[in-house]
């Protein structure tokens, strides 16, 4: 486990997903080994916890998100704007977004997603 404070790097996610991202980071470096990037980025991708309920990321936020952890990894990605966050934790760093190629949903209706997120919590 790392005791850190997120450090954010780049985001253009709303608040309220950004500290939900992060508090899955938390989560996910107290249940895993450190070294276990890939348990750990499968976890924030598919677990998050709401109050009465467990919902993959995915179901929460809707379909093709990504998440990436590791030490020391570069990237050249898309993502569907409001998505995207890229923060550390001491040593760690999390990559987590949404790519707009591959989804069902128009983008009109993936921004709705976030925005009744966004209404919901408010």
């Known amino acids: 486990m790392l005791e850190g404070k997120a450090v954010l790097r780049e985001t253009d996610m709303p608040e309220q997903l950004q500290s939900h991202a ?3 980071a938390y989560q996910a470096l107290d249940l895993h080994e450190v070294s276990d990037c890939q348990s750990i980025a499968h976890y924030i991708k598919q677990l998050t916890t709401f109050v009465t309920a467990k919902q993959k990321f995915d179901d929460a936020y809707g379909p093709a998100w990504h ?3 590791g030490k020391d990894f570069g990237c050249c990605i898309t993502h569907l704007s409001g ?3 890229f923060f550390r934790v001491e040593m760690m760093e999390f990559l ?3 790519d707009g190629r591959d989804f069902s949903e128009s983008k009109e209706e993936a921004i709705g997603v976030l925005q009744q ?3 919901s919590d408010t």
């Open 67 to 69: 998440c990436v952890v």
């Open 96 to 98: 987590i977004f949404k």
């Open 83 to 85: 998505s995207f966050i």
């Open 22 to 24: 992060m508090e899955l």
């Open 117 to 119: 997120f966004q209404k």
